[in-house]
């Protein structure tokens, strides 16, 4: 992240933001990190080494003060903590200020869970798949079972956690995943990844007994049956369009297995 036209000093130095892998060299682009991403403020960013830098890498003292206090305040509002930062460079305008400030508003009074998400979308995201996996760990682990954010929500959570798992080749795990997102929503789709996951890790004998074992609707399963082996048929002609030079078998069976698995996973 980098900006063309910079108002003060960059930092030799950045400030690195560990939640999310992100490093910053500059007030714009700490602007830009904050306005953009609210729902990511966690202690990470809100603590006293980002006052700290701003001093001692930007040199902006009195900034550095403004923050410091803010964060002193008994009601820990994130708003007086990040707003003098867009202030001190009129990154936005009154009314860009405004809606910001009541964003503020919404994202601190929201369920903690929600925002846990967010944060751990981002970092899937950011191809950061094992800090994901604890993040969505984490709210599953305070939630055995649903709560005020229903059972969508969760559903959700064990879905994302399953792709993350997925993205990492961890197809048991995975599985194991959407099985419990399925088990919360009774969806197809969720049946449809569970169902499309185990090829990955399963013979055919442990595969067929599994799905018996299910006692899930026979006709959905014979469909998304059908849907893989559509998906493994187009991959299959995809990579045979493409020019495989010495490519070995292996390889070749490696690279069906990730467009099987891009497909059933979409």
Avoid at 192 to 201: A, C, D, G, N, Q
């Amino acid at each position: 992240m980098s900006f063309d036209l910079c108002t003060v000093k960059t930092a030799e130095h950045p400030f690195y933001i560990e939640s999310v892998g992100v490093s910053i060299y500059s007030i714009e682009e700490l602007c830009f990190f904050l306005k953009e991403n609210l729902y990511l403020i966690d202690k990470s960013i809100m603590n006293s080494s980002l006052c700290d830098w701003v001093r001692d890498e930007l040199g902006l003292k009195t900034l550095s003060r403004k923050m410091s206090e803010a964060m002193e305040r008994p009601d820990k509002d994130v708003s007086y903590f990040i707003m003098p930062v867009f202030a001190e460079i009129g990154y936005l305008s009154g009314k860009g200020l405004h809606a910001l400030r009541e964003e503020l508003t919404r994202v601190q009074v929201g369920p903690e869970d929600e925002r846990s998400k967010i944060r751990a979308d981002y970092l899937v995201q950011s191809g950061r798949y094992t800090a994901a996996i604890t993040a969505y760990r984490k709210i599953l682990t305070r939630n055995s079972s649903p709560s005020s954010l229903g059972a969508q929500f969760y559903a959700s959570v064990w879905n994302n956690l399953g792709c993350a798992y997925a993205l990492q080749f961890r197809y048991r795990n995975a599985a194991d995943c959407f099985l419990s997102a399925w088990k919360l929503v009774r969806s197809r789709e969720m049946m449809r990844k569970y169902v499309s996951t185990l090829p990955l890790f399963l013979d055919e004998k442990e595969y067929r007994d599994t799905l018996e074992s299910l006692g899930a609707d026979p006709v959905l399963i014979e469909k998304i049956q059908e849907y893989n082996l559509k998906i493994a048929a187009d991959a299959r002609d995809r990579l045979r369009a493409r020019p495989q030079g010495k490519l070995t078998d292996e390889e070749v069976l490696t690279q069906m297995e990730e467009e099987y698995r891009r497909g059933a996973f979409a």
